[in-house]
């Protein structure tokens, strides 16, 4: 079950308008700032929360499980493609489940050994700090270029690491509550709460997958695929298994059959939008509240346990990226070792682990330092390790790609900078004030300087051909689109009839798709 309300009370739309509104200057403000867009959140909902700008908003443990977590995980799951998990199940199943277990029970190991918690008020900590929240360090992965196979191993770990975390806090929380849990009953437990979540994803999934194909109405289609997100997790926790698990698996069925077989091109972007888009704004609202919600907890009264609760959680993360990878090798899952660092010190904690500890009850013993350490492992690895992640990329030598490709950007921007000036030369020359040999000759100025620049991007192209294949992806989807906007134009113009336009925007549409999934996968 989700946890229970935060005793702080509930986000009402007021608040959700102010946050929204502070999401929207923060998104605006990114493009002069040189920090991730979800730690610029962060940071911001700090410096909200410490002055209490906003009394009213928490972040509501039941609020965050209900609203919030399900489009997060549809968004992510209906993007995965099953053909890209088959090629990197090793990794994924042996860090995401093998990860978690580990991570779990080492935690609570070092936990009780240097901190002096109780062992089963231990292993609820080691449950609850386990899930990982990649968000901050995609972004990153996107800005620098990282490739699309790392990108891939953290957002699939995270994806099926949260199901099993959040099972396994389930199962730990009632036996420290003083539940009579034997250690076979309890794998039972756990194994019939993932396996039956998943079941009910399958199946919901399957069930609008095989609606889908029955009308071609993207909006319908849109509300249809919102249902089965909310639906998933809510029906799945109602039976008493897993709601994380049945959201995923809701997810990668409907991106992978449903959107493939019973949606028309058009509506598959439409129905990509919206979940961007979904996700985009509570992605903002979960990290402003989860910087809020930091304030309202005194953590240098804790600070020395909680630098003791660092430590652990990140020779925990080590022990489970390096030793496991060792298996996940030996398999030939072949995780090099650049990889392995970025994997370790990329295992940031987020909102999950927050909600996970502030819906615990009031009586759970030593609930309080819980809250702190959780409150206090997720912030400085957000800042220290979600800041430092960039400069690591980098002297990794995985940051190449981006490298060029703003190479390749600032070449281009000159080229359109010279052929501006060249347009305002011909105007300034049709109007009269520059004479035809000034126009001429600086004509033959800047038309040296785009011949130069034409050289240099052949060049660039010739040394990287993944970068030409991407530079003509991007050109050849700005084209489609332009045909589509001009066809939009002539249907409003009273040129086409809509059937008409939706027989000539079809192909443009299963195009865009195509480039679409391409882009995904270089």
Request: glycine content about 8%.
């Amino acid at each position: 079950m989700p946890p229970a309300p935060n005793e702080h009370g509930s986000l009402n739309f007021t608040q959700f308008f102010w946050l929204l509104l502070a999401a929207s200057v923060v998104a605006m403000a990114g493009r002069y700032i040189r920090i991730p867009y979800a730690l610029a959140l962060v940071v911001t909902g700090l410096l909200i929360g410490a002055p209490h700008l906003l009394p009213q908003a928490h972040l509501d443990p039941h609020l965050l499980f209900t609203v919030f977590l399900p489009p997060l995980l549809f968004e992510t799951a209906i993007n995965i493609r099953f053909d890209a998990l088959r090629r990197e199940w090793k990794p994924v199943a042996i860090y995401a489940l093998g990860g978690t277990f580990l991570s779990t029970f080492l935690i609570a190991w070092l936990s009780a050994q240097w901190l002096g918690l109780p062992l089963t008020v231990a292993l609820v900590f080691g449950a609850l700090i386990s899930s990982t929240d990649p968000v901050s360090v995609i972004a990153v992965f996107k800005q620098l270029g990282v490739g699309k196979r790392l990108s891939l191993l953290m957002e699939a770990e995270s994806l099926f690491n949260d199901g099993a975390a959040v099972v396994l806090f389930g199962v730990l929380t009632g036996a420290a509550m003083g539940q009579s849990v034997s250690l076979a009953a309890g794998i039972q437990t756990f194994l019939t709460t993932v396996l039956g979540g998943a079941g009910v994803g399958i199946l919901l999934g399957g069930l609008a997958s095989r609606l889908t194909r029955e009308f071609n109405e993207h909006l319908l289609e849109i509300t249809l695929t919102t249902i089965v997100a909310f639906g998933s997790y809510l029906l799945a926790e109602t039976l008493h298994v897993s709601g994380v698990i049945a959201v995923v698996s809701a997810g990668l069925v409907i991106g992978n059959y449903g959107m493939r077989t019973g949606m028309s091109p058009a509506t598959r972007l439409a129905v990509v939008s919206f979940w961007e888009y979904a996700g985009f704004v509570v992605n903002s609202i979960v990290f402003l509240l989860l910087g809020i919600e930091v304030t309202f907890v005194n953590l240098w009264k804790d600070a020395p346990i909680i630098g003791g609760a660092v430590c652990i959680v990140l020779l925990a993360r080590a022990a489970v990226v390096y030793l496991l990878s060792i298996g996940v090798n030996a398999l030939k899952g072949n995780v090099p070792l650049a990889y392995q660092h970025i994997l370790f010190w990329g295992g940031l904690r987020g909102a999950l682990s927050m909600a996970l500890v502030l819906g615990l009850p009031p009586s759970f013993p030593q609930r309080d330092t819980l809250v702190a350490l959780a409150f206090g492992v997720v912030l400085f690895s957000l800042l220290a390790q979600g800041l430092t992640m960039g400069p690591l990329i980098r002297r990794l030598g995985l940051s190449g790609s981006a490298t060029r490709e703003a190479g390749y950007a600032r070449l281009v921007g000159q080229r359109l900078a010279y052929q501006a000036a060249l347009h305002e030369l011909e105007r300034l020359h049709a109007e009269g004030f520059v004479s035809r040999a000034v126009a001429e000759s600086l004509q033959q100025e800047y038309r040296a300087h785009i011949d130069r620049l034409e050289a240099e991007v052949d060049a660039l192209h010739l040394s990287d051909e993944a970068l030409a294949e991407r530079q003509r992806m991007e050109a050849r989807r700005l084209m489609r689109l332009a045909e589509k906007n001009a066809l939009l134009d002539a249907l409003h113009n009273g040129i086409l009839d809509e059937e008409d336009f939706r027989a000539l925007t079809e192909q443009i549409d299963e195009e865009l798709n195509i480039l679409r999934e391409a882009r995904s996968t270089h």
